[in-house]
């Protein structure tokens, strides 16, 4: 698809710009770019064309001009459900009848979505994809700005899981709980046998002043001040409650025969992501794991997992 040209793998947070460069399928070089607050917030781009002026530099820098890219979409928007399709209704004309059926029988918490679809196995139903377009346009155009093709949109679980996958092949009764703890915030997606049941995201309340930030090596460090700590321990925490909370919202909501979540699978950039497995294994009652070990096949710190994850979407 991409063959010999140069591919940008770009993963935004509210805090970072994350990335990977390479070719198809694969990854050569990574990196990240420190986001002031006043650039993102939420979700929303608050001031694009700054943006769009990181985006610049990584260009300049690897020789990206006019590269093919593939963007994770940010998290705090993504909706992902189950939905039956009447047998009445073709499997080519399923993504219109589920935007007819917007606001009459799927209802969604945002007014014009982007939406996408993809069967599941062996059912009638399918995995209805949403985001709010309003935040879709805004970043294509600071992208197309910067003078790069988007080829694809991807979302932070799907390449997580993918990345999961290159490591160990879940088995078809596991229920699991995958965890992506990062500073500005944890996204949470419950699979089974391969697919999205559920997704949150809890957006974090600890102030952006709470982090020393340091950049060591193209890499940027986010650590907590000695005096913050305790709100750290206490944020952890609450957090873990609210994880408890929705292992029984899967059991009793979400899973067929209230079967329960088996076990947890935990990534991201979060400095203390050491204590959270630590509480998370006292508190949770089933085996909490990391997605990967400390570097990933590329080479890459544990925290490009989602970088890398896009790159698998393109591998035979």
């Known amino acids: 698809m991409f063959r010999n040209k140069k591919v940008l793998y770009l993963s935004i947070k ?10 198809e399928g694969t990854i050569d070089h990574y990196g990240e770019v420190r986001l002031p607050s006043s650039v993102l917030e939420e979700g929303v781009v608050y001031d ?3 943006l769009q002026l990181f985006f610049e530099d990584i260009i300049d820098e690897h020789g990206l001009k006019r590269a093919t890219t593939i963007v994770q979409l940010l998290d705090q928007h993504v909706l992902v459900r189950t939905v039956d399709i009447p047998d009445f209704v073709p499997a080519e004309e399923t993504k219109g009848y589920i935007y007819s ?4 029988t ?17 059912t009638s139903s399918v995995l209805l994809f949403a985001y709010p377009s309003p935040n879709v346009n805004q970043l294509e155009e600071v992208l197309k700005k910067a003078k790069l093709k988007v080829a694809a949109a ?24 995958f965890v992506d703890w990062n500073v500005d915030g944890v996204s949470v997606t419950a699979y089974h046998q391969d697919t999205p049941r559920f997704s949150r995201f ?7 002043s709470l982090w020393e930030v340091h950049e060591r090596k193209g890499q940027v460090v986010f650590e907590p001040k000695h005096d913050e700590r305790v709100f750290v321990d206490d944020y952890i925490q609450t957090q ?39 509480e998370a294994d006292k508190q949770l009652a089933v085996p909490v794991e990391y997605l990967s070990g400390d570097v990933l096949e590329n080479g890459a710190p544990f925290k490009y997992a989602d970088v890398t994850g896009l790159s698998y979407r393109y591998r035979r």
Not at 14 to 23: D, E, L, M, P, S
Not at 157 to 165: A, G, I, M, P
Not at 202 to 208: A, H
Request: net charge negative.
């Open 106 to 122: 799927i209802h969604l918490p945002y007014e014009d979505p982007v939406i996408d679809v993809a069967p599941i196995e062996g």
């Open 202 to 208: 809890m957006k974090s309340d600890l102030p952006t």
């Open 48 to 50: 694009p064309r700054r």
């Open 154 to 177: 991807d979302v932070s679980f799907l390449s997580l899981y993918r990345c999961y996958e290159h490591t160990r092949v879940p088995e078809k009764e596991e229920h699991l709980l």
């Open 101 to 104: 059926q917007l606001g009459e």
């Open 240 to 278: 873990i409650a609210e994880l408890n909370k929705l292992m029984n919202f899967y059991r009793y909501s979400v899973s067929k025969n209230q079967q329960p979540v088996t076990g947890v699978v935990l990534s991201g950039d979060f400095p203390e992501l050491g204590n959270v497995r630590e």
């Open 14 to 23: 509210n805090h970072v710009i994350r990335y990977g460069t390479g070719g």
